[in-house]
């Protein structure tokens, strides 16, 4: 494979990883914007699983030299950050 097609597959290996990271991102902002309602099970168990898959497409990705695993840990890091947000703000109710 030469370089520019490798380096063309990581770039899209992680804007890929980016935009599911961002789907969660946007289920975590609707869900701390909506704090009104009582503390969801349902929802929280959504985002236990997109966590939890997007874990596995990093790890896919790393494995394939296809991203760095400092840039998936950092996607990861965010997103359960805004996770450890919102469930703060959810005990504060």
């Known amino acids: 494979m030469t370089s520019d097609i490798l380096v063309n597959h990581q770039e899209k290996a992680y804007a890929l990883l980016k935009a599911d990271a961002d789907k969660i991102f946007k289920l975590i902002k609707v869900q701390m914007d909506n704090l009104t309602m009582p503390q969801c099970p349902l929802y929280e168990e959504v985002l236990d699983t997109q ?24 996607l990861l890091e965010f997103l359960e950050k805004e996770l450890s947000a919102l469930h703060d703000a959810s005990m504060r109710k």
């Open 51 to 74: 966590m939890f898959g997007l874990s596995r497409e990093i790890d896919f990705a790393v494995r394939l030299g296809l991203i760095e695993e400092k840039d998936g840990k950092d």
